[in-house]
């Protein structure tokens, strides 16, 4: 046997070593896996909370930019709905086309009901009381805050496409003052009438409360008139009672009702058949850009921020005032010399002209007496 060092190799060691030498293999790749995972995990997370973030700030929730001051406004959760019975007409079928274009740009959603829940002029109530109670069952931050009814022959005009819904809605930080308890916002075609389409309702306990007894003015209405509409009458009948009168707020009409202004267009005629003309003659306006040529005012939006501000402000003192026990006539004519200079340009801008006193006056009742139909003395 030779002499010297020599290494002693012993086939069983040399097995148990690869053995464990794999065994640390695969803890390591099954380490290496896990912490992948967990990092996958972490980051999936953060991303999803930063696209809900994201999502939040975003135009589908809602939210625009306050030129006026440059700041991010949170909008109004609105629930467009409408009722169109078969057999459909394509007309509305367009109409409603418009209407989906206008929700993409805001984020709104339009509901149509095509079947009738009742038969009769309560049929509309009792759809938007409907609707009402399934937001209110609906988590707090998921309801619709305002609903908006309108008639199917309503389009919603191309002229102002940048003007969203919340613009004839009163301001957010005031619904909760002096506002609270606004839950109409409507307009009068005329002096003595309201109209029940386009109409503003707030989804809340008071206004289910309004639309019941409109609801029961219905079922006990004695109007057979033609041409009567007995939803109007019976809505306006309630909001004249004392206990709600500060629940409606009437909009000039020219909001309503002009392709230089309003973003609606709204269709009157002497039948169903007369109007659905009436509207198939805006579509071609429309889809063929002769109303391209009409300036639209830019100012719209701003002069309803200002309207806003005049409303907040003649309640808050008349609510002052009533406080007091001052309420009545003389405290109504010093709340309205106080805010003339805001009321009386606004008057001349909607009449025209010199003003005069008499319209004057009656631009100021819309304001300080919505339910009156009595000129103030």
Do not use: C
Not at 148 to 157: A, E, G, H, K, N
Not at 207 to 217: E, S, Y
């Amino acid at each position: 046997m030779p002499t010297g060092s020599y290494t002693r190799i012993n086939p069983r060691s040399s097995i148990l070593t690869a053995r464990q030498r794999s065994r640390w293999v695969y803890a390591l790749r099954l380490r290496t896996l896990i912490t992948s995972i967990l990092t996958f995990a972490l980051l999936t997370t953060f991303i999803l909370f930063t696209y809900i973030y994201t999502t939040s700030a975003t135009p589908t929730r809602l939210q625009f930019l306050n030129s006026a001051d440059n700041t991010r406004v949170p909008d109004w959760r609105i629930l467009k709905t409408t009722i169109i019975y078969p057999p459909s007409s394509s007309v509305y079928d367009e109409v409603l086309r418009h209407h989906g274009a206008y929700d993409k740009r805001f984020g709104y959603t339009t509901t149509v009901l095509e079947k009738p829940v009742i038969k009769g002029a309560g049929n509309a109530v009792y759809w938007l009381q409907h609707l009402i109670n399934v937001e209110l069952m609906k988590p707090v931050e998921e309801q619709a805050e305002w609903l908006l009814y309108f008639d199917p022959t309503t389009i919603m005009s191309l002229i102002h496409p940048g003007t969203p819904l919340n613009a004839y809605l009163p301001p957010r930080n005031h619904t909760y003052g002096i506002l609270k308890d606004l839950s109409v916002i409507a307009f009068k075609p005329d002096v003595t009438t309201l109209s029940p389409a386009p109409l503003f309702l707030r989804v809340s306990t008071l206004t289910l409360r309004i639309l019941t007894l409109a609801l029961a003015g219905i079922h006990n209405s004695t109007l057979s008139e033609p041409g009567t509409d007995v939803f109007a009458s019976s809505l306006r009948s309630v909001l004249q009672m004392e206990a709600y009168k500060n629940a409606v707020l009437y909009q000039p009409y020219k909001w309503y009702h002009d392709y230089r202004q309003a973003v609606f267009q709204l269709h009157w005629g002497i039948n169903e058949v007369d109007r659905l003309l009436r509207v198939s003659e805006t579509l071609k306006l429309l889809e063929t850009g002769d109303l391209q040529d009409w300036s639209a005012d830019v100012s719209f939006e701003e002069q309803m921020g200002e309207w806003w501000e005049l409303v907040v402000e003649v309640r808050q003192v008349l609510g002052e005032a009533r406080e007091r026990g001052e309420y009545g006539e003389e405290v109504a004519w010093f709340v309205l010399q106080k805010v003339g200079d805001v009321l009386l340009p606004q008057a001349t801008a909607e009449f025209g002209g010199d003003i005069r006193k008499d319209v004057f006056e009656e631009v100021a009742r819309e304001v300080l007496f919505p339910n009156s139909i009595e000129p103030i003395p």
